[in-house]
């Protein structure tokens, strides 16, 4: 239940940061955006590695809209369950943004890291667990302080409020 309403909380966030950005942005080929509705349906129909495939083509030949493609692959990553690499693309992209897109890839980042904490956990590596999970803090806490509107449901101040209490145990 928690995780569908952590899934939930990202969801918002990126539809939040997506729905600001401006359109026309010089990428405005036919093929290009054909191409970007195929990876956007394959991400909203929960169809996650069909999306990393197409975002994946298409982020090399983005222009400005590199940002927003590399945030929503992210995404699809992470509701693939591929939280590694969800969370390095995140991790890398939040380091080159400020503001509110810097916060939506911290979200993302920092949801990976806590579902890469909890495998650590199910496999009894509480070393790993504490790691992944002061990743995680540090990234929704920057989140949370920044921009609290992309977290309008609270699944995100959960998540980071339990990984607090599991903390205070390793």
């Known amino acids: 239940m928690q995780a569908k309403s952590v899934a ?8 939040f940061v997506l729905g600001s950005c401006a359109e026309g942005t010089g990428v405005g080929q036919k ?20 999306a990393t495939e197409h975002y994946s083509e298409l982020i090399p030949k983005s222009g400005p809209l590199a940002p927003r493609l590399k945030l929503e692959y992210s995404h699809a990553l992470l509701r693939a ?17 400020h503001g509110t897109g810097r ?8 949801t990976a890291e806590h579902e890469l904490g909890l495998a650590a956990m199910a496999v009894g590596d509480r070393t790993a667990a504490r790691q992944h999970f002061l990743k995680a803090t540090a990234a929704l806490g920057e989140m949370l302080a920044n921009d609290p509107e992309l977290d309008p449901l609270g699944a995100m101040a959960g998540r980071k409020s339990s990984m607090d209490t599991t903390l205070k145990t390793l």
């Open 81 to 97: 369950g591929k939280f590694s690499d969800a969370s390095a693309h995140a991790g890398a992209l939040a380091a080159s943004l």
């Open 8 to 15: 939930r909380g990202v969801w918002f966030a990126l539809i």
């Open 103 to 110: 916060s939506a890839a911290l979200s993302v980042h920092g």
């Open 31 to 50: 093929g290009f955006q054909q191409q970007y509705a195929v990876a956007r349906d394959a991400l909203e129909r929960g169809l996650y590695v069909r």
